[in-house]
C-alpha cells in the first residue's frame, strides 16, 4: 500500500515540476509570424460550374432576345438613345454577316428610369421571364450594372455592362462581363498622363457624390499615390450642383490648379466644364468614359487643330479603318459622331450576338463563349476578358471638343435610329 503524501506536499511538487518543466521552452519562445487571411475570393477567377448547358435548359421563342436595360427618359436619354442606336447597327451588321434565313437576334429594352428596385426592375423581370432574354447589356451607370448582376446570379443571366464601378467583378460572380474599360483602369491611365508625362502637381479632381463618382474618386487616388502624388479633391452633391460650379472656379483658382478632372454624371460635367471655361481658366480637363457623354455638350469629332480648350477623354485602341466606318454610319443615323461608350455598345451586342450564334439560345453556353473571349477585334479595340470578366485591353487618350450647336441642358433626346422597326420589341 503506497505511503499517504500530504496534498500540500503533492501540489509543490507538481508546481516545481511544471516550472522546470517550462522554463528553457519560455527561452526558446519566439515571436509568431503574422497569420495570412483564411481565405481569398476569386484570386484565380471565377467559374461557373453548375447546369444549364444541355439542351433541356435551351430558351423558347422564335428568335433570342439581347436585353438593354437604359433610361430612356431623364437625363440619360440622349446617352441611351446613342447606345441604341449603336446596338441597332450591331444587329444590323450580324444580319448581314450571317446570310439570309439565320436565326438573328433581337433587342428588347427595359427602361431602368425610375427608382431603384421599382418598377424599373419590373420592367427588366418582364424581359426576362416573358421574353426570355438571353443575355442582358447595362449602360455606363454602376447603380444599374450592380442591381442587373444581382438579378443575373440569382437565375443565371451572363451581363455585359459599360460601367466602369470596379466592384462589379470584384466578388465572385461569374455571370457578368465588363467591356468598358474599368474606373482603375482608367485612373492609372489619367494618373500616368498627368503626374508623369507632364510633370504636373497641382491636379483637383472633382467627384460627385454619388456612386459612380465615389468610385471614380477612391479609383483616382489610388492611381495617384502609387506615382508617389495626390490629387486635391473638390466632391459636390448632385443636389448642390448648380452651386459647386462656381464653387470649383474658385477652387481652381486658390490651387493655381494646373488640370482638372472632372469624374461626375455626363449632364453636369457638361456644366462644370463650361463653368471653366466662361471663367476664362485655361487648363487641360479630362473626363472618364461614364462622363463624356452626348449630354455633356462635347464634339466627338473634333476638327484637326483645333485650338483650345483641351479636353480629353479615354477610349480603346482600334483599327482605324473599321473605327472610321462605323462612325460614318453613326454620323448618318445620329447626326452626330459616335463617343467612346457608343464604340463599346456596338461591340458588346455584335459579341452577345456571335456567342449567340455559337451558343444557341442558352444562357450558361453564352456565358462560357463570353468567358472565353480573347483578341475579339471591335471598333471600340480589342475585347480579352481576363478571368474576372474584365477586358484588359489598353487604353489611350483622345482629344474631344466643345459642341457649340448643342449646350448639356439641349443635349439630343430623338434622333433617327438605323434598322427596321422589327428589330426592337418593347
Known amino acids: 500500500m503506497p505511503a499517504f503524501i500530504h496534498p500540500r506536499f503533492a501540489l509543490a511538487t507538481m508546481l516545481l515540476w511544471l516550472l522546470a518543466g517550462t522554463a528553457p521552452a519560455r527561452a526558446q519562445v519566439r515571436p509568431r509570424a503574422a497569420a495570412g487571411p483564411y481565405a481569398a475570393i476569386a484570386t ?42 449603336a446596338a441597332r447597327l ?44 438571353v443575355a442582358l447589356l447595362t449602360n455606363t451607370n454602376g447603380n444599374l450594372a450592380h442591381l442587373g448582376l444581382q438579378v443575373s446570379n440569382k437565375i443565371g443571366l451572363p451581363v455585359l ?44 479632381l472633382a467627384a460627385e457624390d454619388d456612386q459612380d463618382g465615389r468610385a471614380g474618386l477612391r479609383a483616382f487616388q489610388a492611381a495617384a499615390r502609387r506615382l508617389g502624388a495626390a490629387a486635391a479633391v473638390f466632391r459636390f452633391h448632385p443636389l448642390q450642383a448648380a452651386a459647386a460650379r462656381s464653387a470649383l472656379v474658385r477652387a481652381l483658382r486658390a490651387r493655381r490648379a494646373q488640370a482638372a478632372v472632372l469624374w461626375a454624371q455626363p449632364a453636369e460635367a457638361g456644366h462644370l466644364l463650361r463653368a471653366i471655361l466662361q471663367a476664362g481658366l485655361r487648363l487641360p480637363v479630362f473626363l472618364p468614359q461614364m462622363a463624356a457623354q452626348p449630354e455633356a455638350g462635347l464634339n466627338f469629332s473634333p476638327p484637326a487643330g483645333e485650338p483650345a480648350p483641351e479636353i480629353y477623354t479615354l477610349a480603346g485602341a482600334a483599327r482605324h479603318s473599321a473605327r472610321d466606318r462605323f462612325a460614318r454610319r453613326f454620323r448618318q443615323a445620329c447626326g452626330f459622331a459616335p463617343n467612346p461608350v457608343a464604340l463599346e455598345a456596338y ?66 433626346t430623338s434622333f433617327r435610329l438605323p434598322g427596321k422597326g422589327r428589330q426592337l420589341c418593347r
Open 44 to 85: 484565380r477567377g471565377t467559374h461557373f460550374d453548375g447546369v444549364g448547358r444541355n439542351a433541356a435548359y435551351n430558351l423558347r421563342g422564335q428568335r433570342p432576345c439581347i436585353a438593354l436595360w437604359l433610361p430612356m427618359r431623364g437625363p440619360d436619354q440622349a446617352a441611351s438613345l446613342a447606345i441604341l442606336a
Open 90 to 133: 450591331a444587329i444590323a451588321d450580324a444580319g448581314r454577316a450571317r446570310g439570309a434565313g439565320a436565326r438573328i437576334p433581337v433587342l428588347a429594352i427595359a427602361d431602368a428610369g425610375g427608382p431603384a428596385w421599382g418598377r424599373a426592375d419590373d420592367r427588366l423581370l418582364q424581359l426576362v421571364f416573358a421574353r426570355h432574354a
Open 161 to 204: 455592362t459599360l460601367a466602369g464601378d470596379p466592384a462589379t467583378t470584384a466578388i465572385n460572380m461569374p455571370w457578368i462581363f465588363r467591356l468598358a474599360p474599368s474606373d482603375r483602369m482608367q485612373a492609372r491611365m489619367l494618373a500616368r498622363v498627368l503626374y508623369r508625362r507632364r510633370g504636373l502637381r497641382r491636379v483637383l
Open 347 to 412: 461591340d458588346a451586342v455584335r459579341l452577345l450576338a456571335d456567342s449567340i450564334r455559337q451558343a444557341g439560345a442558352n444562357r450558361a453556353r453564352v456565358r462560357d463563349r463570353l468567358a472565353a473571349t480573347r483578341n475579339y477585334a471591335g471598333v471600340s479595340g480589342a475585347v480579352n476578358f481576363d478571368n474576372r470578366g474584365d477586358n484588359i485591353s489598353a487604353v489611350h487618350l483622345v482629344r474631344v471638343g466643345l459642341s457649340a450647336a448643342r449646350a448639356p441642358q439641349n443635349a439630343p
